[in-house]
């Protein structure tokens, strides 16, 4: 009975080193699997940048979040930069951004659960997803709004009943104005070089359609790869490498 030839061993991909851009709230432990992952495929170094809301308004914060990530880019070997969650996406875009000198070296992209919406919906979501308490207390709060609503509502107080929705109603649709800027800042992203989208169809907090959408655009640019793409069905929100780490 014949038997079949042994498989060829992979070749180990040439030395590079790795810059994960976390998700908001995103610790070094919830990033250590990211790091290990990229230790075992090869990388000389494994930079993670937390993103947080000091860092993202407070400068301080910010220089000393991104400093593993600025000494990555010292030398003469490619990075691969690993993007996750819309929290990673800004702290991305504000790195680039304020150190254009860095674009040069980067050598392909890896985009996880990432680019969504910035709408309230969206936010309401990812804080409940940070906050898992949040969820009842947000739900709490707007039951009691809505019955002082309208308790004043029978007393003739039909503006305050109005006045909270049509708050909400134009947040939601300043967040379609930001969603808009967002998406055209992403769509260069990495300039002329290889991407990766890892996104899923049961992540609640980042559309599977918004995703596509944006690495249709990017095939349609000049001088641009056209973009790889990896849909999971059922993983939630950047868990993707835990529920299927093969896959990953």
Known sequence: RAQRPPEPAAEPPPPHRV?????WGGREGAL?????????LGAASVATVQCTSKALLA??????????ARAAFYGDLPVVVHVLSNG?????LRFFSENPEFRRYV?????????GKRDLLVAARAMAARFPW?????AAALLARLALAIAHARKGGLRR??????????????GGVRTLRFLQACEPEPWHRPSLFLYSLADKIVDHRV????????????STPEPQMCRWRHSPHVAHLKESPQDY
Do not use: C, K, N
């Open 19 to 23: 810059v994960i851009f976390g998700w």
């Open 211 to 222: 995703v596509e959408r944006l690495a249709r655009a990017r095939a349609r640019r000049p």
């Open 161 to 174: 009943l109005l006045r909270p929705m049509l708050v909400v109603i134009a947040l939601q649709l300043y």
């Open 107 to 115: 050598a392909s992209a890896i985009f996880d659960s990432t680019p």
């Open 32 to 40: 250590r699997p990211f790091q290990e992952l990229h230790w075992a």
């Open 88 to 92: 990673g996406m800004d702290m991305y």
């Open 59 to 68: 400068r301080p914060y910010w220089r000393e979040a991104i400093v593993g």
């Open 134 to 138: 949040l969820r009842w207390a947000l």
